[in-house]
């Protein structure tokens, strides 16, 4: 068995655009895109700093770029080398660097076919197969923050990981009085790590405060910190996974995981073990399209149930956050990045009801108005125009009513197109929820896109925004 | 009057303890060797038969919680090597390197805040075997690194340089530890599992580079 380091030296020796993008002349195309200011040029800043995140976001974003442009045959080669190597590069350095990588993987893993296959399974694996941190390492972790050694504290303790969180990894394990539980583990000073990193990064990026694209950058960062501050806060997770769990009934089928306080520290998160699969594996054994929408409308349940029941936004939609159970239940395992929603937001979200439900043109512009400041000014033309089309395209599954074909690729497509225009016109300017808005629009997508899907999404949305108690009634579908 | 073995055992260990006790309270730097020997209620001059500095004491603080830690790993080991079934996966190199460290540190953690004290006199690199009464502690540290590479099958590598250069990055951590401001020395934890990745990657490239050497030669 090759160590990384051998494989890494077996790959064709790197170039330039593998970690970045290239300094020579780009395509005119390219150019023409205006492609550098956002996301790339974001990427490019965050290059200076040498970060994996970084390589891995600018080789894999220019790439994707470019490869529209390329013909088939050198697109597959480039696909190869890139994603090998930086698959490689990823694996090879998790022990220190997971947490920002696993971020960077966890969004791309969102993306099926529109992300190369081939790059989303080998960072399906940091999903589920990082090296681990080693027993020893772990046990002082485990001894520092519940004050006992792992074997003392818990009737068993597996000493591999079965799971790589996303900073830090899971071990089974079971309590003394009996429990099944998924014990997550972080690496030691990781969360201060990646703050001290964010912070760098704003310092590195200060010369950039002038420039136009500013504000959509520094809202990118903001997002990430936020989420990141979030994800290393498990005493946070614990209180959030408390708050989410009574909301679910028996017959719901969805099931969030029970906290133990007791083995739980900010560092430590003791859980309720659920056995099930994830959403790959769940695909392998080609389940019916029945049992595919089912999952589908739990999916959906379970986050309108947190939103409109919990008030609580559940940001981090993806794969390995779900788990498929034999018994037909969907567990919801990961709430590190749950927002609980204030009351300005849920105002917003009240506003935005109205054109949700309607699919009424003029109400979406309004929505559109309201939630990006944007005036009735002709030189605003461009951005409604688009605005409208991805919001169209965000909320039709809802409004149009019926069955919806979430396994269609090009609407996939279309929406992610959009969004990518908006981008580059630099149209993202709006409610600083915004990004954690679009990232989970695109997560639950992907999700439903992945398992094919054809459900009937307005029925669900019904049902659980009753217990929000708006009026509606003006709107509204009476059943 | 005789002091018999017993008496000069018995007023050492006051010594230690009221020294630990003060170090504790009021830090190594405010205690004075007057303020240990008041506590242990014995005459200064005393406290000098026994130890000739405030820094020999704190050594001899660290060597007995060191002694303790060696013999908790050594009794940890053996229990490890007994218990191994067949879903056990035995310690890698690294791994049981930093089991070693992780049980000194434990051991030493009541101390940790004046380790400087030590490591700048007694334990530096910079001090001969002989000095202060160190060489015990250093001898025995370095020993039991050596069996633990040897039972790894690194017994070629295990050389003098490769010693000198673990006991640098050791003493290097115990500096960073003793002055770590993280939430439970956390990251004391991340360094020293990040130095011995390298030490190992070191030990074990090192070994590969000799033998292509001699394979070559």
Redesign the interface.
Known sequence: MPTMAELLEALPEPTEELAAPPRGPVPEMLEAWSLRPVPVGWFRRLRVLGTLQAQVGAAYLFHWLRGWFKDADENKRLLAETHWRNAIRVLDSM??LRGATMKVGQTLANFPDIVPRQFVEALDRLHFDAPP?????L???V???LGDDPEHLFASFD??AFAAASLGQVHRAQLKTGEEVAVKIQ????A??IREDIRNLFLFMLPARLSRDWENAKEQLDDLRIRLERETDYELEAAMLAKARPLFREDDGIVVPRVFPQHST??VLTMERLEGVHLDQFLAANPSQQTRNEFARKILHAWYRLMYAGRLYYADFHPGNFLFMDDGRLGVIDFGYVMEIDDEVWNLFRTMDRALTTGRREDRLAAIRHWTWTTDDPSNSDRMRLGDQFADWCWRSRYCGGEFDFGDEADFREGFDLFLEMVRRRHTRARPITPMISRQQFGWRAMLYQLKAKIDVAPIAEEEIRVTGWDRSDYARME | MRVTAQTKAATRQRILDAAQCLFAAQGFEAATTRDIAREAEIAVGTLFNYFPTKEAVALCLVSEAYAQAAERFAADSSRESCSTGDS??P??L???L??HV?TVL?KLKPFRKYLTAVLETALSPLTSDHADGAAPLRTAHLETVSQIISRHGQEQSASSVALHLYWTLFLGVLAFWSKDA??????T??LL??SL?MFVGWLTTGTKHTENHSSGG
């Open positions: 022990s220190y941190m080693h027993w020893s390492l046990k002082e972790m001894h520092n923050e000493r591999r690496y030691p000073g990781i201060r790590t900010a560092r | 056990a996966e310690f890698t690294e791994e049981e930093f089991a992780a434990r993280s939430p439970r020395q956390e990251d934890l991340a599992d990040q990745a």
